[in-house]
């Protein structure tokens, strides 16, 4: 009985203990100049303008600090213009099991692995990013290593394969 009630009033501490270092860890963040953002959602997707991909705002390409988000007409646009070298972000087996026509496998997790793929990238044409849909970032993510590489033209599909299939657009499988 008595090692069951020091349990308890362990346990009861132990709680105690860990919430009041979450509040304070909470209460400092809050305060602090560089504090992390604690978001429980995204907030929505800007898409960018047809202008802006059209080339009619050149400027603005070269000013924005990040990768472009694109929806599917955008991209259908781009890619039937010749205009765009899309880049599927997934692993080799996931591109491999189903992928957007013309997109060459560039795995984010595997990014060392590509990079001469990478620098022989061309350098006019906008580079265009995907992966499965949300919840799939890793498109989002390799849009943003190529624009902190350098290449101007980026962009990046975020809606993916999951809305490409919704559309009845065809897909490509297999390929190595």
Known sequence: ?????????AVIEAVLIAVLASLVGFFVNF???????IAFSRPDTAYVADELLDG????QTAEMTGPAAI????????LLDNRAVLLDARLPDAWASGHLPGAINTPLEMLGRFMDQ?????REDWIVTYCDGPPCELGEQLAREL?????????????????????????????N
Do not use: C, S
């Not at 305060?31 to 953002?37: I, N, R, S």
């Not at 990478?118 to 061309?122: D, F, G, R, V």
């Not at 290449?151 to 390929?175: S, T």
């Open 31 to 37: 305060f602090h100049p560089k504090g992390a953002v």
């Open 71 to 78: 929806n599917r007409i955008q991209l259908k646009k781009l």
């Open 118 to 122: 990478i620098e022989n990238l061309p």
């Open 147 to 175: 624009k902190n590489m350098g290449f101007a033209r980026v962009a990046f599909y975020p809606e993916g394969l999951n809305d490409w299939l919704r559309a009845g657009e065809p897909i490509i499988k297999g390929g």
């Open 1 to 9: 009985m008595k090692y069951n009630i020091q349990f308890k009033k």
């Open 56 to 59: 009619r705002q050149a400027t």
